[in-house]
């Protein structure tokens, strides 16, 4: 399974699933038209999971993360979905 491939719904219950506010939280939820958005904490700083209609689930990073841990983030949500 690769995460672009993901819904919005299996995103959210892996979030649920990890359930450790020190690793990810979600602060808020955008929709729109073409897209869900899930603003989220990270490791204490910011990050947007997208899930486009067309496009499929992508990792934002709006504060600085390597693409280390983008890519750990991904498999933990992979992992718990």
Not at 7 to 29: H, P
Not at 44 to 67: H, M, T
Not at 73 to 80: A, G, H
Request: proline share 1%; net charge negative.
């Amino acid at each position: 399974m690769k995460f672009i491939n993901l819904e919005t719904v299996e995103i959210k219950n892996a979030i649920k699933k990890i359930n450790n506010k020190l690793i990810i939280e979600v602060l808020e939820e955008g929709v729109m038209p073409e897209a869900d958005v899930l603003l989220c904490k990270y490791l204490g700083r910011r990050i947007n999971i997208k899930v486009d209609l067309d496009y499929g689930a992508e990792i934002c990073g709006i504060d600085v993360f390597s693409d280390e841990e983008i890519n750990e983030l991904e498999k933990i949500i992979i992992e718990n979905k």
